[in-house]
């Protein structure tokens, strides 16, 4: 196999998923194959292609390293059963990508299959020239071809609100997109709306400009340029986009920036991660109404159950394969004077998903010296993992829409 994305990388680049997405890989498995599509690539003059030995094996192994290019060719020659391949493939393959398929099975129901899927289209080889034309034509969207309605695979949103402050939302909110980063290799967006406080660039280490507020006063300018500019990286695939309000000169919020903004980050990762502010604001509420999963943090007190009740409302009657989580954080922390979990559910009428327990020693040192408490050891480290894994029963699993599983 020739070079894998991660080896073209130039060690100065700070920002390297962002800027180096490829237009257009293949990954085939013999070389005629290959010379066919560098023919076309050469005829065309298309820049930031590539053509790789390899075949789909090589595919996987790239985009569960690196970001995925914007269009894909993969080989299913010798991949057998192609089926898991491919599901193997939409595990780690981006949100958003096109996909070609070729191969040496001159199969209907593999044919079926693949296009159930999402895979644009599939072409037996030996390769004939013209039909390859035409499906890379179609793929890269070159000739304008005919546009197909395609369901394209988009990321999950999940909103973080907090119920009193400093309950803890911003801890779970940057852990979370940290944990689905770093220990289940997704790309992820954390998107900071708590405009007044900067802390998620705070607890993860970096420092932000004040991007999100360009995006959020003039939707018309946010693209994907704009958002390779304005993301920060705070790791291999984690970036996050912050702002800052300023109080002599406060952002005048144009109501369609955020689910512009949310559906360009989600053609591109796997999670989008908002840590929404608990101000009851438009911005706050679209965040929730926006989000497929949201996930309340509250604490064992009086001031939290009483926002919680005011929080309700906003969390009822949600829509199909909308899901509510309450985490309920610091645990501990009141001794005896907390409130009994039990009593707690019932006054709020919501099951908690998950605990976490109080441990300052860990947590506020984690949070100030800019490191994930996740990545240490300690109580509070597990039971976020253990928050992760309970948003898990649907967080966690590939989305379904585009890349159903095959075989079924
Ligand atoms: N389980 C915990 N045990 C001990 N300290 C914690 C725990 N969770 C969070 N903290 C600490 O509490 C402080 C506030 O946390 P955080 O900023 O996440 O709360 P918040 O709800 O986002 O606050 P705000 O209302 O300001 O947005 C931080 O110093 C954090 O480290
Ligand atoms: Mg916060």
């Not at 060690?11 to 257009?24: G, H, L, M, N, Y």
């Not at 003059?45 to 192994?61: E, K, W």
């Not at 071809?145 to 609100?161: D, I, K, M």
């Not at 903004?261 to 989600?266: D, F, V």
Request: glycine content about 6%; overall charge negative.
């Amino acid at each position: 196999m020739t070079a894998m994305f991660s080896d073209r990388k130039p060690e100065t680049d700070s920002r390297p998923e962002v800027q180096r997405r490829e237009t257009f890989t293949a990954y085939v498995c013999d070389e005629a194959s290959q010379r066919a599509i560098q023919h076309y690539i050469a005829d065309l003059s298309l820049p930031n292609c590539s053509v790789h030995l390899g075949g789909i094996a090589a595919a996987i192994t790239a985009c569960e390293r690196e970001a995925s290019p914007q269009a894909l060719l993969v080989d299913l020659t010798d991949a057998e059963p192609a089926a898991t391949k491919v599901n193997q493939l939409a595990e780690f393959c981006d949100p958003g990508v096109s996909v070609l398929a070729i191969g040496d099975r001159n199969d209907v129901s593999l044919f079926r299959d693949l296009m159930r899927a999402g895979v644009r289209d599939y072409l037996v080889k030996p390769l004939p020239r013209a039909l390859l034309q035409e499906a890379l034509n179609d793929l890269l969207g070159i000739s304008a071809p005919v546009e197909r309605v395609l369901t394209q695979r988009l990321g999950r949103v999940v909103t973080v609100v907090g119920t009193r402050g400093g309950v803890g939302a911003t801890t779970i909110a940057t852990n979370l997109a940290w944990g689905l980063a770093n220990h289940k290799h997704r790309r992820v967006a954390l998107l900071d709306l708590d405009l007044t406080s900067h802390a998620c660039g705070l607890m993860l280490g970096v420092t932000t400009d004040n991007a999100l507020r360009e995006a959020l006063e003039r939707p018309q300018r946010i693209d994907s340029l704009f958002l390779d500019r304005a993301m920060v990286p705070c790791d291999q695939r984690l970036y996050l986009l912050a702002g800052m309000e300023d109080a002599d000169d406060p952002i005048k919020i144009d109501p369609d920036a955020l689910p512009h903004l949310i559906g360009l980050l989600r053609k591109s990762f796997h999670y989008v991660i908002i840590d929404a502010p608990r101000t009851g604001s438009a911005l706050m509420r679209q965040a929730l109404y926006l989000a497929g999963d949201r996930a309340i943090v509250l604490d064992q007190t009086m001031l939290s159950i009483r926002d919680m009740v005011q929080l309700k409302p906003l969390l009822d009657k949600p829509r199909e394969g909308q899901e509510n989580f309450l985490i309920l954080n610091r645990v501990g922390e009141s001794g005896k004077e907390a409130i009994a979990i039990k009593a707690l559910e019932e006054t709020v009428e919501m099951k908690i998903s998950a605990t976490v327990p109080f441990d300052a020693p860990n947590a506020v040192s984690a949070s100030n010296a800019g490191i994930p408490v996740l990545s240490g050891a300690g109580p509070v480290s597990k039971a976020l993992k253990n928050v992760l894994e309970a948003l898990g029963g649907t967080l966690l699993e590939p989305p379904k829409r585009w890349w159903q599983r095959l075989g079924k």
